[in-house]
T-cell receptor, first 121, second 112 residues
Framework: EAGVAQSPRYKIIEKRQSVAFWCNPI?????LYWYQQILGQGPKLLIQ????????DSQLPKDRFSAERLKGVDSTLKIQPAKLEDSAVYLC???????????????????FGPGTRLTVL | QQPVQSPQAVILREGEDAVINCSSS?????VHWYRQKHGEAPVFLMI???GGEQKGHEKISASFNEKKQQSSLYLTASQLSYSGTYFC???WGAGGYNKLIFGAGTRLAVHP
């Protein structure tokens, strides 16, 4: 079974430029996540999709970040304009998941892609 | 609220044991554990569910203490391949939509 695919693997841009990342989740996975991982920290959720709908984007800096998953399969995350502090690894993950039926409990593991390492100069 | 992991870093020799803790200030229904090797993506290890039994993966096991709102990861007879950063993730927000907030990680280095 193919894993989560991401491209590009590396990107170097100057501040104020724009950049886009692409993710193709595991086939059949309804839930797709974009995380930002700054060096030395844990992944931070930016946005979560359930099929082609957004279920959470509360931590997405919407003035500069946008994401879409138009057909409920692959997804694109865009940054425009980029800032120095956006330098990080951007991880895409997917899971079978739907919301749990039992009091907030859930058990779906997340499968991560290799990530895109973004450097903003 | 981000879970708190301890210790921040551990250095072991092959064959030694280690315990990594993950604590939350909020009631927990589940705790997810992931391992990330340098330059790679996080890989799922196990999920501990409220009321569930202790889980295991290779010689790595974990427990979940609901009352103390914490989980512990036990690495027994460590191998070189165990080196990496271990993250715990706990659910947050409403709706139960698989949203996780991850701790800052515990860096584990296993030496020959």
């Amino acid at each position: 079974e193919a894993g989560v695919a991401q491209s590009p693997r590396y990107k170097i841009i100057e501040k104020r430029q724009s950049v886009a990342f692409w993710c193709n989740p595991i086939s059949g996975h309804a839930t797709l996540y974009w995380y930002q991982q700054i060096l030395g920290q844990g992944p931070k959720l930016l946005i979560q999709f359930q099929n082609n709908g957004v279920v959470d984007d509360s931590q997405l800096p919407k003035d500069r970040f946008s994401a879409e998953r138009l057909k409920g399969v692959d997804s694109t995350l865009k940054i425009q304009p980029a800032k120095l502090e956006d330098s990080a690894v951007y991880l895409c993950a997917s899971s079978l998941g739907t919301s749990s039926a039992r009091g907030g409990r859930f058990s779906n593991e997340q499968f991560f892609g290799p990530g895109t390492r973004l450097t903003v100069l | 609220q981000q879970p708190v992991q301890s210790p921040q870093a551990v250095i072991l020799r092959e064959g030694e044991d280690a315990v990594i803790n993950c604590s939350s200030s909020k009631a927990l229904y589940s705790v997810h554990w992931y391992r990330q090797k340098h330059g790679e993506a996080p890989v799922f290890l196990m999920i501990l569910l409220k009321g569930g039994e202790q889980k295991g993966h290779e010689k790595i096991s974990a427990s979940f203490n609901e009352k103390k709102q914490q989980s512990s990861l036990y690495l027994t007879a460590s191998q070189l391949s165990y080196s990496g950063t271990y993250f715990c993730g706990t659910p947050w927000g409403a709706g139960g939509y698989n949203k996780l907030i991850f701790g800052a990680g515990t860096r584990l280095a296993v030496h020959p």
